[in-house]
Nanobody, 125 residues
Framework: DVQLQAFGGGLVQAGGSLRLSCAAS????????IGWFRQAPGKEHEGVSY????????IYLDSVKGRFTISRDNAKNTVYLQMDSLKPEDTAVYFC??????????????????WGQGTLVTVSS
C-alpha cells in the first residue's frame, strides 16, 4: 500500500522552529517530486515548498522563503521541512504529496498522485 505519513507538527511560539517529516512507502520514492502544502482554517489550500526528484531543485512560497528549508533523504524515503522563524500566519495543517510528473507550477495539486494525512502546526503569538 502507498503511504505518505507526515509528522512533527505541534505548538510553538512565534519565532520558534519545527521540523516536519514526510515518510513514504509503497512506491519508488526516488522517482517522485515531493511537495508540502498547507491549509489554514477558513483559507485556501496552498503550496508551501517543493523538491524535485533527481537534482533536488527546490521552490518555495514567497512568504516562507528564507525561513523554510526543504530537503530529501532518498535512502530513508523521507522529505523534511525545516521551519524557522515561525509566524502565527504559518498556523495550518501541513500535508505532503508525491508527484510522478509535473507539467507546470509545482504547486498545482492535480500533478500529485499521492497525499499524506496532515500534521497540525500551531504558532502562538
Amino acid at each position: 500500500d502507498v503511504q505518505l505519513q507526515a509528522f512533527g507538527g505541534g505548538l510553538v511560539q512565534a519565532g520558534g522552529s519545527l521540523r516536519l517529516s514526510c515518510a513514504a512507502s509503497g512506491f519508488t520514492f526516488d522517482d517522485y517530486h515531493i511537495g508540502w502544502f498547507r491549509q489554514a482554517p477558513g483559507k485556501e489550500h496552498e503550496g508551501v515548498s517543493y523538491i524535485s526528484k533527481g537534482d533536488g531543485n527546490t521552490i518555495y512560497l514567497d512568504s516562507v522563503k528564507g525561513r523554510f528549508t526543504i530537503s530529501r533523504d532518498n535512502a530513508k524515503n523521507t522529505v523534511y521541512l525545516q521551519m524557522d522563524s515561525l509566524k502565527p500566519e504559518d498556523t495550518a495543517v501541513y500535508f505532503c504529496a508525491a508527484a510522478r510528473r509535473r507539467y507546470g507550477s509545482p504547486f498545482y495539486p492535480r500533478w500529485y498522485n499521492y497525499w499524506g494525512q496532515g500534521t497540525l502546526v500551531t504558532v502562538s503569538s
